[in-house]
């Protein structure tokens, strides 16, 4: 990076951090360090989206549409519904609480242990997801910078942790607004870049019909299959468990509009998250189908990852990569000639020219995917443990080598802002539930609220070091927002299971929804490492079973019970 874009970057992240430590005043309480309860709507509505937003979107989202298409866009088809849900039951009894975390209510109405598990799962969950978002960072500055990786996550989780620990909610929450900003102002401009650099005979509506005929404009798959990763049904159906579940019953979220004023306040920042999270994610995805059709004209390395590439130049191996480097130089000039045939085609709407073209340029990808596969092949042999999945490095990889001088600089600080507004939130909601939860009700239970706030000061620290080593755990993941999303998936089912019997089934006790739970748990991991049902779907099974498993095992216990009697 040159200095301008240093400077970019550093003053952009320090008054997103100055500012929200400005605005958050003094912590004196738990109450305040946790909660808040002073967000208006749009605070709320847009706090919500950065913490959903983590740099996992920013760096992952557009790789996953240069490599798969649009259809990931159907994975959020089932929100708006699910916050509409929201608003009509959760939101409305957890303020009337006056909870500090979803799982409190658990305790009112079943018992405690079934509170704990719950929150026990959350944590998992959660503690494991962020150590990924804080990876995908990570990534950008081991590669742009040459840093350690290590080293890198361990300064990111020291910065997220100390405005954390020193601001409480109202930190978080006023750099999310900050953090926000600067987002979704790089991710337009990025949009915007991406089309002018576009060959002076492609145009915005050009590059979309291209995309189309490349296949990757693929926003809407109507066939019902469960082992389709992303089609309407698991969108509508299992997405909407799964923003059920993660809006509903995941701390990060939940936090988000209970520091709202009131009831209406958290309804109206959600309903805003409904409305304005698929058009955003639609545009981030978009993205990458415009590079994919900037490829088609400007030639893209052989493979995106240059510290990989770097260790097999510097290998044995170096001749062989050479010579697959030549094939796909050749490759791309035969697609490149293709693809300006397919635009004048279009252009001149000469159908027969386009279905042949169409069809050489499917020939073409795969012929460079054949390369491709063969220099995977060769950097695993070089080095067994290397990533050879460079899906999170696609987007990168444009900024770096394209963007101008002082872009470079804002677009890193896009990522490192989502990176560090999911982070927060999701150290805070450790933090709390981890001394609400588990650390109050099951280990000191009685202790002034003072030790509760340096407690949960405390927590927030320790779980920024397991959020550190996780990180340095995730080089193998694949596409990043994919393995976020995955996670999630494997334990909201039985979360949200838990929630939506303590709503809508009031004739089950704690101990039939706490070993349906843990059944339901069990199955879900099995289900997803021995069948081939896709992730979304999971949120649905793992709801279904735990209230299935529940009304079962109730029914049981209350015909022992009558027998004893």
Same mark, same amino acid.
Request: a positive charge.
């Given at each position: 990076?040159?200095?301008?874009?240093?400077?970019?970057?550093?003053?952009?992240?320090?008054?997103?951090?100055?500012?929200?430590?400005?605005? %958050?005043?003094?912590?004196?309480?738990?109450?305040?360090?946790?909660?808040?309860?002073?967000?208006?709507?749009?605070?709320?509505?847009?706090?919500?989206?950065?913490?959903? *937003?983590?740099?996992?979107?920013?760096?992952?989202?557009?790789?996953? =549409?240069?490599?798969?298409?649009?259809?990931?866009?159907?994975?959020?088809?089932?929100?708006?519904?699910?916050?509409?849900?929201?608003? +009509?039951? *959760?939101?409305?009894?957890?303020?009337?609480?006056?909870?500090?975390?979803?799982?409190?209510?658990?305790? &009112?109405?079943?018992?405690?242990?079934?509170?704990?598990?719950?929150?026990?799962?959350?944590?998992?969950?959660?503690?494991?997801? $962020?150590?990924?978002?804080?990876?995908?960072?990570?990534?950008?500055?081991?590669?742009?910078?040459?840093?350690?990786?290590?080293?890198?996550?361990?300064?990111?989780?020291?910065?997220?942790?100390?405005?954390?620990?020193?601001?409480?909610?109202?930190?978080?929450?006023?750099?999310?607004?900050?953090?926000? $900003?600067?987002?979704?102002?790089?991710?337009? @401009?990025?949009?915007?870049?991406?089309?002018?650099?576009?060959?002076? #005979?492609?145009?915005?509506?050009?590059?979309?019909?291209?995309?189309?005929?490349?296949? #990757?404009?693929?926003?809407?798959?109507?066939?019902?299959?469960?082992?389709?990763?992303?089609?309407?049904?698991?969108? @509508?159906?299992?997405?909407?468990?799964?923003?059920?579940?993660?809006?509903?019953?995941?701390?990060?979220?939940? =936090?988000?509009?209970?520091?709202?004023?009131?009831?209406?306040?958290?309804?109206?920042?959600?309903?805003?998250?409904?409305?304005?999270?698929?058009?955003?994610?639609?545009?981030?995805?978009?993205?990458?189908?415009?590079?994919?059709?900037?490829?088609?004209?400007?030639?893209?390395?052989?493979?995106?990852?240059?510290?990989?590439?770097?260790?097999?130049?510097?290998?044995?191996?170096?001749?062989?990569?050479?010579? @697959?480097?030549?094939?796909?130089?050749?490759?791309?000039?035969?697609?490149?000639? #293709?693809?300006?045939?397919?635009?004048?085609?279009?252009?001149?709407?000469?159908? %027969?020219?386009?279905?042949?073209?169409? &069809?050489?340029?499917?020939?073409?990808?795969?012929?460079?995917?054949?390369?491709?596969?063969?220099?995977?092949?060769?950097?695993?042999?070089?080095?067994? *443990?290397?990533?050879?999945?460079?899906?999170?490095?696609?987007? +990168?990889?444009?900024?770096?080598? #394209?963007?101008?001088?002082?872009?470079?600089?804002?677009?890193?600080?896009?990522?490192?802002?989502?990176?560090?507004?999911?982070? %927060? %939130?999701?150290?805070?909601?450790?933090?709390? $539930?981890?001394?609400?939860?588990?650390?109050?009700?099951?280990?000191?239970?009685?202790?002034?609220?003072?030790?509760?706030?340096?407690?949960?000061?405390?927590?927030?620290?320790?779980?920024?070091?397991?959020?550190?080593?996780?990180?340095?755990?995730?080089?193998?993941?694949?596409?990043?927002?994919?393995?976020?999303?995955?996670?999630?998936?494997?334990?909201?089912?039985?979360?949200?299971?838990?929630?939506?019997?303590?709503?809508?089934?009031?004739?089950?006790?704690?101990?039939?929804?706490?070993?349906?739970?843990?059944?339901?748990?069990?199955?879900?991991?099995?289900?997803?490492?021995?069948?081939?049902? &896709?992730?979304?779907?999971?949120?649905?099974?793992?709801?279904?079973?735990?209230?299935?498993? *529940?009304?079962?095992?109730?029914?049981?216990?209350?015909?022992?019970?009558?027998?004893?009697?």
């Amino acid at each position: 990076m040159r200095l301008l874009d240093w400077l970019v970057l550093i003053l952009a992240l320090s008054f997103i951090v100055v500012y929200g430590l400005y605005k %958050s005043g003094k912590n004196k309480t738990t109450e305040t360090f946790l909660r808040a309860n002073t967000s208006p709507w749009y605070m709320v509505g847009l706090t919500i989206m950065a913490t959903q *937003a983590s740099a996992v979107t920013f760096l992952s989202a557009p790789g996953q =549409a240069y490599t798969d298409g649009m259809r990931f866009v159907q994975y959020y088809f089932g929100l708006p519904l699910a916050m509409v849900v929201l608003c +009509l039951t *959760a939101v409305p009894i957890y303020h009337k609480l006056k909870v500090y975390t979803a799982y409190e209510y658990l305790e &009112s109405r079943f018992d405690l242990k079934t509170r704990s598990l719950a929150a026990f799962l959350f944590l998992i969950q959660r503690g494991l997801g $962020t150590g990924i978002t804080v990876f995908a960072p990570s990534i950008i500055l081991s590669s742009i910078l040459g840093w350690n990786i290590y080293v890198t996550n361990f300064v990111i989780c020291a910065v997220v942790v100390i405005y954390t620990v020193t601001g409480g909610i109202r930190a978080v929450s006023y750099t999310q607004m900050g953090q926000m $900003t600067i987002i979704l102002s790089g991710m337009v @401009i990025a949009g915007i870049l991406i089309t002018y650099l576009l060959p002076q #005979h492609i145009g915005f509506t050009d590059a979309l019909k291209l995309g189309g005929k490349l296949g #990757h404009m693929n926003i809407i798959d109507l066939k019902f299959d469960l082992n389709n990763k992303y089609n309407i049904w698991s969108g @509508i159906i299992g997405g909407f468990f799964l923003a059920l579940s993660y809006f509903g019953t995941d701390q990060s979220q939940v =936090a988000r509009y209970l520091s709202a004023k009131d009831t209406t306040e958290s309804r109206l920042g959600l309903l805003f998250n409904g409305l304005v999270k698929i058009p955003m994610q639609f545009g981030i995805l978009l993205i990458g189908v415009l590079l994919l059709v900037f490829y088609q004209f400007q030639r893209a390395p052989v493979f995106f990852n240059q510290v990989e590439l770097s260790k097999l130049k510097e290998s044995h191996y170096a001749p062989q990569l050479k010579e @697959i480097e030549n094939k796909h130089a050749i490759l791309f000039n035969q697609k490149k000639a #293709h693809a300006d045939e397919l635009v004048v085609a279009l252009n001149n709407d000469d159908q %027969s020219a386009v279905n042949k073209l169409q &069809s050489e340029l499917a020939s073409d990808t795969k012929a460079q995917q054949q390369v491709r596969e063969e220099l995977k092949g060769l950097i695993l042999k070089n080095d067994p *443990a290397a990533n050879a999945d460079d899906v999170n490095y696609v987007f +990168l990889w444009f900024v770096t080598h #394209h963007f101008p001088s002082g872009l470079v600089g804002l677009l890193i600080a896009v990522i490192l802002a989502a990176s560090m507004s999911s982070s %927060s %939130s999701a150290l805070q909601a450790l933090a709390s $539930t981890s001394v609400i939860d588990i650390y109050k009700r099951n280990v000191k239970t009685n202790a002034e609220d003072a030790h509760y706030l340096i407690a949960s000061k405390w927590a927030t620290v320790i779980w920024g070091f397991f959020v550190m080593i996780v990180a340095g755990l995730a080089t193998q993941l694949g596409s990043l927002i994919e393995a976020v999303n995955v996670l999630g998936s494997l334990f909201y089912g039985a979360i949200l299971g838990i929630f939506m019997v303590a709503f809508f089934m009031k004739w089950i006790n704690g101990a039939a929804v706490f070993w349906a739970a843990v059944i339901t748990q069990g199955l879900v991991l099995f289900g997803y490492f021995f069948t081939g049902i &896709s992730f979304l779907w999971y949120n649905l099974i793992g709801c279904v079973l735990v209230m299935g498993i *529940a009304a079962i095992l109730q029914i049981g216990l209350t015909q022992k019970a009558e027998v004893t009697i």
